[in-house]
């Protein structure tokens, strides 16, 4: 399982990935992203999904959070990014160090 590395999204946004060598996986809704997830996450380390997908899938998404490995990240898509990402972000690391020391809100 050493860096590998898969993405889950719409095909319009993942493609650029496969193109860097990423293992791409599309999913045009929230269960089909979800049940990938569930396929996949023994075989890669890091997994990024789009944040259309993540942000629904929250309440499964927080599984991982006490594992290791797979880290499951949020990214935006094509379309633009919706915020959600960011948010997972400063969340964890404010769990992580008790303060926000990357956007200072």
Do not use: C
Not at 15 to 43: H, N, Q, Y
Not at 46 to 61: G, R
Not at 74 to 83: E, L, V, Y
């Amino acid at each position: 399982m050493t860096g590998k590395i898969a993405i889950i999204g719409d095909g319009d946004s993942i493609m650029v990935f496969k193109a860097a060598g990423v293992a791409t996986f599309p999913a045009e809704s929230e269960a089909k992203a979800k049940e990938t997830l569930r396929k996949i996450a023994k075989d890669f380390q890091i997994i990024f999904l789009t944040e259309e997908l993540a942000k629904p899938l929250s309440d499964f998404l927080k599984r991982f959070d006490e594992q290791p490995y797979p880290v499951v990240l949020s990214i935006p898509s094509k379309n633009g990014s919706t915020g959600y990402g960011t948010e997972l972000l400063q969340s964890a690391m404010e769990r992580a160090l008790g303060v926000d020391i990357l956007f200072n809100n």
